[in-house]
């Protein structure tokens, strides 16, 4: 396989940055899933593309608006009325999902180098998203596996809480660097260390 | 402001695009009837009150919505998914130049 270069290459700066000196308050990474996927259902047929899913990657999604489910290196998460996102670690998933969603079932677009996957936990991860986004990111409204597709400044992202205080962002590659210095600067105030 | 979208739940407003009025009915393409299709281009109700709206969630899932918002109060009564929703289509034709 062609290796993928990181959009973020040039302003990724390993080690704590901002005012860390009383305790970091969010790590942020950048995870470099192999496999990024779009999965979407023509209408009436999303049980079919949700058990496909299932089929192909083992992640049984709830059924419900913004459902995920998230297993080691694997997730998946709906974002739109019939359109998933699945996510692997390893690279392959799109071929196999291709076989799976038939073309009676929906489409399957591989994103794997078109999205940027950029991780956000701590204890102060709550807080710096509620900064970015108009959305409610306290548990009880945000749960485990949930995710949430919104935007900032135009800029889409889609969110999965992946932990109790972690976020995986999945944004456009060409917007990531931009999006990756913002959300340094915006994590300067609670201290962040870059893993 | 916030939308209720039927998908993502309550958003700002500022995720949303005004679609236009929910009350158009388009001719047929074919159509040479031209009082409707200057119905379906310049007449608008413009009510003090309950309105039918297309919105699109753009910021966010991307899908349609049928919003009944009350202009005066900015109170929006129902969001519903355009698709497969009863389409509450006023059947009056307002007259050319008639005041709402």
Known sequence: ?195 | MLLTCPYCGPRDVSEFTYQGDGNRQRPAPNSQDLQAWNEYVYDRQNPAGDHNEIWQHSGGCRSHIRVIRNTVSHVTSSTVPVRGAVHHRSTERRKPGAKA
């Not at chain 1, 704590?16 to 000196?21: C, D, L, V």
């Not at chain 1, 969010?26 to 299932?54: D, H, K, N």
């Not at chain 1, 038939?102 to 710096?128: F, K």
Request: aromatic content about 10%.
């Open chain 1, 1 to 195: 396989m062609v290796e993928r270069l990181s959009p973020l290459e040039s302003v990724y700066r390993v080690g704590s940055h901002g005012r860390f000196e009383d305790g970091v308050g969010v790590i942020l990474s950048e995870t470099r899933p192999g496999s990024i996927t779009q999965v979407a259902a023509w209408p009436g047929e999303e049980a079919r593309a949700i058990a496909a899913i299932r089929k192909v990657s083992g992640l049984a999604l709830p059924d419900g608006a913004g459902g995920g489910v998230v297993d080691g290196d694997k997730a998946a998460f709906g974002f739109a009325p019939g359109k998933f996102t699945v996510v692997d670690e390893a690279e392959g998933l799109a071929v196999a999902l291709t076989k799976a969603i038939t073309p009676a079932i929906g489409t399957m677009t591989d994103l794997s180098h078109g999205r940027t996957a950029i991780r956000i936990e701590g204890p102060e991860a709550e807080w710096v998203l509620a900064k970015f986004f108009a959305v409610d990111f306290a548990l009880p409204a945000f749960p485990v596996g949930a995710a949430r597709s919104t935007t900032h400044h135009d800029v889409f992202a889609q969110i999965q809480r992946t932990g109790g205080d972690r976020f995986d962002i999945y944004v456009f590659r060409s917007f990531a660097r931009s999006f990756w210095k913002a959300l340094g600067h915006a994590a300067e105030e609670v201290g962040y260390e870059v893993a």
